[in-house]
């Protein structure tokens, strides 16, 4: 059983696209962190969402956690070929500090 | 920023050779390192949680006996991949959380590349 749901998992789009990642549960999650991951490295941080609701942007980036905290989605606004790599989010329980991961979500931009 | 060091980046070998993968935090004290395996353009699978001072605490399915885990100080963790196989070859990672930051994210390491022959 897949505890977040990570959707889609492949996306091919041209450069200047926008686009829209999504993860969904049936938990709630304390908090939620999205990464990006470049072949053959470890994950990098973009962002950690607390609260229910919450907006936050990083440049052409918005992350929002839904407000029941069951959810979160990644809006890239002008996709650009550096913002090519494995998108994933991870949620926390809070219980042990484990992290639940979803499927990711490999982005491929087109020049 | 907080840094978590993973060494070797890379290894190659023959199969039935056992491999050590370490994991250490630079600048803080982690009471818990976690170790994932990913295989290619796929999520962090979690195998293990790692206890300083204590057992590690697998996810089910993951054999203790082959992938064995030491935490004997608070900057670093080991995984060993005992008598390797080539259905071993995958990449591994591991994560630590600063003890005295419970509230902050997990930090990763590079990862290991391991590719049994």
């Known amino acids: 059983t897949q505890l977040l749901e990570q959707s889609p998992q492949f996306l091919s789009i041209q450069e200047g696209e926008n686009l829209t990642v999504y993860c969904n549960s049936s938990?709630?999650?304390?908090?939620l962190q999205w990464y990006r991951q470049e072949p053959g490295e470890g994950p990098v941080l973009l962002v950690t969402?607390?609260?229910?609701?919450e907006v936050k942007k990083l440049k052409r980036l918005t992350f929002q956690f839904g407000d029941a905290r069951k959810d979160s989605s990644l809006h890239i606004t002008a996709a650009q070929p550096g913002d090519t790599g494995l998108y994933l989010c991870a949620g926390d329980r809070g219980k042990g500090g484990k992290l639940i991961f979803g499927q990711g979500t490999e982005l491929s931009v087109k020049p | 920023g907080a840094v978590v060091s993973q060494h070797p980046s890379w290894v190659i070998c023959k199969s039935g050779t056992s491999v050590k993968i370490e994991c250490r935090s630079l600048?803080?004290?982690?009471?818990?390192m976690f170790w994932y395996r990913q295989f290619p353009k796929q999520s962090l699978m979690l195998m293990a949680t790692?206890?300083?001072?204590?057992?590690?605490?697998?996810e089910q399915g993951v054999e203790k006996d082959k992938f064995l885990i030491n935490h004997a100080s608070l900057t670093l963790s080991t995984l060993t991949v005992t008598s390797a196989h080539p259905e071993d070859s995958s990449f591994y990672i591991c994560s630590a959380r600063d003890r005295t930051r419970s509230n902050q994210p997990q930090h990763f390491g590079d990862g290991t590349r391991l590719s049994i022959l």
């Open positions: 969402v607390v609260t229910g609701g």
């Open positions: 938990s709630v999650f304390s908090s």
């Open positions: 600048d803080f004290q982690a009471t818990t």
């Open positions: 790692s206890n300083e001072g204590s057992k590690a605490t697998y």
